[in-house]
Structure formats: C-alpha cells, structure tokens
C-alpha cells in the first residue's frame, strides 16, 4: 500500500477539483461570462487549478523515474494509464487557461467559453479514464462496476462541497436553485458512496485465489472499514442537518467537506490496499 | 515471427530446492528483493475419516516454481503506459528499462508475480527468458541448473507435442486470462486452480 500512498492523494484531490468544475462549469456556461459575478467565480477557480495542480504533481511521486515522465505519451490510445494522464493534463490546461484569461483576456469570450467547456469534458473524461486505469481483467477487486461508481460518487459529492465553499461568497450565484442544486447533488453523491462501499465489499466478499482474498490482504480492512462507514455517516448527518437547520456556513461546509475527504480516503487506503490478481 | 517459446515445469519432480531460483539470482546479479524465478510452496491436509471409522490424514505439498510465462496475451505489456514492458517478436516479453518510468502498473497487473520493481534501478525488471542464451543455442540458466530437470524449455509445439496442454494448477490463475506459455506436470496431489484447498507456505519468500 505504501507504494501507491501518493495515488490516494491524487485520486481524491483530482476527482474532488473535476467534480467541483465540472458543476461549476455547469453554472459558468450558461451566463454572460464578462458580468462582473461570472468574472469573480471565474478567478476563484484557481482552487481548482491549484488542486489539480498537486494532484498531477503528486501523482509523479510514484514513479521510480518522475523524469522520464513525458514516455507516458507514447501509450497513448492503447493504455488507459496514459490516457488518464493525458486528458488530466488536458483537464489542467483547459482550466488553467481559462483562469488566467479571466484575468488577462476578457475580451476573447468564445475561446474562454470553449475552454470551459473543454475543462467540462476532460473532467468527465479524466474520471472516466482513471477508473478504467483499475478495471485491469487479471485484477478482480478493481475490475468491476464499483470502480467507476466509486470514482465518480466521490467526485460529486467533494466536488458539491468545493463548488459550493467556492459560490458561497458570490451573491448573483449562490441563489436558492443553486444551493438547493448542489447540495442535492452532492448528498445524492453521499448516498452513492456509502452504498458503493457496501455493494462492493459484498463484491470483495465473493472472491478468493487458492492463496489470497481480498479481507486477507490488509490487515486492517475491517477496521478501515468501519472508520470510513462512520466518517460517511458523521458527514451525512453535519450536512443533513446543517441544510434542514437552514444554518449552512463556510465553516459547516468545509467541515464536511474535511469529513468527506477522510471517509474517502480511507475507501482509498482499502481500495489500494486489497489489491491481489486472480493469481499469485 | 519466430518460434514462441516457454517453459515446461514439472510440478511431480519438483522437490523445492530452489536451485533455478538461485542460479537466475547468480546469472542476472540480483540482491535479496528481487527474484525473477519464484518457487510457490502450495501445502495442505485434513483428516478423514474411511469406512471402518478410521481417521486417515491426507497431507500434501507441491511446488510450483515460476518466473514469466512470456503469455501470449499478457497483462503487462496491456497496461503498460509507455510500451517499455513490451512483447518482441520472437515472443519473449521484456522490460526497456531506459524507458520504464518504474510506475509498478505492470506489477499490479501480472498474474503471476513477474515484473518486479528494482529499488536501485527505480524501475521494472524481469525474467528475459535468457533470449541471449536462447539465441546461442543455449537453455536458460534456471533449466540447465536443475538437479531433478524439472523444468525444461523449448518452441512451445515441441514442448507441447512432449509434455501435453496442462496448463492449469493450484496456486497459478486461470491460464485463459493471459495464455501463457507454460505447461505443467501434475503433481498427484495437485489441486486445481482457485482451489482453496491448501495455502500458500512461503508467502515471505516469495
């Protein structure tokens, strides 16, 4: 698990900056993007970028050669891993570009605007690719719907939490229809992810090697395992309560937003963690 | 495309000594971590009772030694990112290691343990089949240096049309996922794969 400690950070941080673009791209598209609300979310979007940012970089800290980087363009097409990595690269340059035009360009709205929505695209794409990454046929605890299910549900629900942290003090776009939009995404997200995590451990349950399964491979599977169904639900019920109390407030979000980001990363730590092959 | 070829590996010889293990070891000047050929302990027994109410032990253990099967459709050079874990044309499955960026997607991905990490390198590294050797002539180190010729290697339709098709064994994956070139003598105990049997007696070693 050590080895792909790096890989948990990457893939928690990504999946939270897509999932936060793409609901905020979602917003973005459809206004004036040079009314002075649209210009001021536009510039906080460096959130995302510096998320997606340490994402990719981290991610380098799992090669035994972080230099020989660029080689992962020749497998292009033909190995998701490098598919990934390109259309994240692509997912940070769209959004980095579009940040810095914010600023700098205002007046080049058609190419803003397409930045935008190629930022949407590789987002989707990039969660996607990630999740196909896994889904290797000699490697059944990954390679399965729950991948991909798991992936996305968690994008959604830290990418609800962020997108909302980041609209909160905008007033044109933290209107009730977005708030009620958002949260509803991202508590539908909550619910994907505590029932992903319970499908797929009856998944793992099913399958065993005459050497291994997946319980036997981590020691502390079970109580990882219980410490992310009780950090789901801690941040199930602050956010619930919060949204019916009617007393949602940066800091509440961001405490669940913390509360997520454990719950997931420890669904990361196991997922990682239980990795076998249907061999040796 | 040349002759593919593989390694036969007779599980009803095999007494474990681990002698290939350590002549590839000796050959390819490798340290403590790194083992391109592996020898799987597969061990177990229960007691049964027979007819006459009597309780009859039945123990066993086998070994399986492995290194690459150079599969026909292996998951490796699949995954690979930058083609460095690549298939040659005369079959065997190797590692540009001036390429390698040392991600371990390889490992993760390989069935049968093959594609080790190489700290010091700080990238992949593998069993080559000896194709140097091979191109000489020669076997591979492991097979001439087994004191019970166990394992043998060769074009795999002489090795077929000699040993047979057995490709299938405890502790060994389903031999369709990857289609390695292997084939293997049963053991009279041996049991089939996924089978849960028995287990694994020298999981640190390898």
């Known amino acids: ?280 | 495309m040349t002759q593919q070829h593989g390694f036969y590996i007779d599980t009803e010889k095999c007494t474990g000594c681990k002698t290939c293990e350590l002549a590839c070891k000796d050959y390819k000047d490798l340290g403590t971590e790194i083992n391109f050929r592996r020898i799987y302990e597969y061990t177990g027994g229960d007691w049964h009772q027979d007819a006459t109410g009597c309780w009859i032990p039945d123990v066993f253990a086998y070994y399986v030694s492995m290194a690459c099967n150079h599969c026909n459709n292996p998951a490796c050079t699949t995954v690979c990112p930058t083609g460095a874990m690549h298939k040659r044309d005369d079959g065997f499955v190797l590692v540009a290691e001036d390429i390698c960026i040392g991600c371990r997607h390889c490992e993760s991905a390989c069935p049968y343990g093959a594609p080790q990490y190489n700290a010091e390198k700080r990238n992949m590294t593998k069993c080559d089949g000896c194709y140097e050797r091979v191109g000489e002539g020669k076997q591979p180190i492991c097979v001439e240096s087994c004191p019970l010729r166990a394992i043998d290697f060769g074009p795999m339709d002489e090795l077929t049309e000699k040993y047979g098709y057995q490709r299938d064994i405890a502790p060994l994956p389903p031999s369709h996922m990857t289609q390695p070139n292997l084939i293997i003598r049963l053991n009279p105990n041996a049991k089939s794969t996924g089978s849960r049997a028995g287990t694994l007696a020298n999981p640190q070693e390898v």
């Open chain 1, 1 to 280: 698990m050590t080895k792909d400690f790096p890989l948990v950070i990457f893939t928690l941080l990504q999946q939270m900056a897509a999932g936060g673009f793409i609901l905020l791209a979602l917003l973005l598209i459809k206004q004036q993007l040079n009314q002075a609300s649209s210009l001021q979310l536009s510039r906080r979007l460096i959130v995302v970028l510096i998320l997606s940012g340490l994402a990719l970089a981290t991610s380098t800290l799992h090669l035994g050669h972080p230099l020989r980087g660029a080689n992962v363009l020749l497998g292009l097409g033909r190995s998701w891993l490098s598919n990934e990595v390109i259309i994240t690269g692509t997912f940070f340059g769209s959004v980095g570009f579009y940040w810095l035009a914010s600023w700098k360009k205002q007046e080049w709205v058609g190419l803003r605007k397409l930045s935008l929505v190629v930022g949407l695209l590789s987002g989707l794409a990039g969660l996607a690719a990630m999740s196909l990454t896994y889904m290797i046929y000699t490697v059944p605890v990954w390679d399965s719907w729950h991948t991909p299910a798991g992936f996305f549900a968690t994008a959604a629900t830290a990418g609800a939490l962020l997108a909302l942290l980041l609209v909160q003090p905008i007033e044109d776009f933290y209107t009730p229809k977005i708030q009620a939009g958002l949260h509803f995404v991202g508590l539908l997200g909550l619910l994907a992810c505590a029932i992903v995590m319970g499908m797929q451990a009856a998944h793992w349950a099913g399958i065993s090697t005459s050497v291994t399964t997946p319980a036997e491979q981590f020691a502390g599977y079970s109580s990882w395992m219980t410490a992310r169904a009780v950090l789901l639900l801690a941040a199930g019920i602050l956010w619930l309560a919060t949204v019916l109390k009617d007393r949602i407030t940066p800091i509440s979000l961001l405490a669940t937003l913390l509360l997520v980001l454990a719950a997931e990363g420890a669904g990361r730590v196991i997922y990682y963690s239980v990795h076998m092959t249907v061999g040796l």
